[in-house]
């Protein structure tokens, strides 16, 4: 039998945090040299068991690296990986969240089923050996970044309303609202609570209006809550010809907020 990888670290941020940014916020940080295309769009895992994990690339071709096999949040995650292999080959990894207080956790991963690949089973753990030594810091990056975040999450406790304008570039107009497309598919998917969120292109094309509102204790439209919106905000200068803009703005009426997208 192959021994199992087995790694374990140190974090200066809370078991929530933790489980999040592995799960929910990996488009931000999982490196390009880590997936199937090296030009990722969008990478996904799915909270829940037998959530899809993939990749999906600008034209939207999406390439599948596992699924989600145990889903206890913020504590444990067990997925079926195989990522560049064959699906009935898969191996298993189980990843534990423990927290150490209110803001510092432990991290242990353990990589296995390696027997499964039978006797490419040596020659594949190696390579995934390496391979978590390189992934590990990007992780470790985006949770130092993140803790900064996540602290002013917490600091917003009222309803917030946010108007958001600006224009971007002709040619950056279509990317703009596939990003924007990509956040609404993962709100879909999540449901956070305490959000009322709407996006517009205007008519002239280049144009763009958010209109959110939020309200609770945490921002579901945060870096840290939302890979897509990560991505979409990563970008968003580069995009930009003026802005964006953003104001509080004092809700005077509503009726129905809340519309679908065409």
Not at 103 to 125: D, K, M
Not at 190 to 205: C, E, I, K, V
């Amino acid at each position: 039998m192959t021994a199992p990888l087995q790694m374990s670290f140190d974090v200066a941020c809370s078991a929530e945090h933790a489980f999040r940014v592995w799960t929910r916020r990996i488009s931000t940080w999982w490196p390009p040299d880590h997936t199937v295309t090296g030009q990722a769009a969008l990478i996904v895992l799915e909270g829940a068991v037998g959530g899809r994990i993939y990749e999906r690339t600008s034209d939207g071709v999406e390439h599948d690296w596992g699924e989600v096999t145990v889903w206890e949040p913020p504590a444990r995650l067990v997925y079926q990986w195989h990522l560049r292999g064959d699906r009935a080959g898969a191996t298993e990894v189980e990843i534990r969240f423990t927290a150490q207080g209110s803001a510092a956790a432990r991290v242990e991963i353990e990589h296995r089923g390696w027997e499964r690949l039978g006797s490419a089973a040596g020659e594949w753990r190696e390579r995934n050996r390496a391979g978590w030594e390189t992934l590990l810091p990007h992780y470790l990056a985006e949770i130092d970044r993140g803790s900064v975040i996540e602290k002013s999450d917490r600091e917003l406790t009222m309803t917030v309303t946010k108007v958001v304008r600006y224009k971007t570039h002709p040619e950056s107009a279509d990317e703009n609202e596939r990003l924007i497309r990509d956040v609404f598919a993962e709100l879909a998917e999540h449901q956070p609570s305490g959000l009322q969120y709407a996006a517009f292109r205007l008519d002239d094309g280049v144009s763009f209006l958010h209109v959110a509102v939020i309200d609770g204790p945490t921002n579901p439209l945060s870096a840290s809550a939302s890979a897509a919106f990560g991505k979409f905000q990563a970008g968003i200068q580069d995009r930009c010809v003026e802005g964006p803009a953003a104001a509080d703005a004092a809700i005077v009426g509503s009726y129905q907020f809340g519309v679908t997208a065409t």
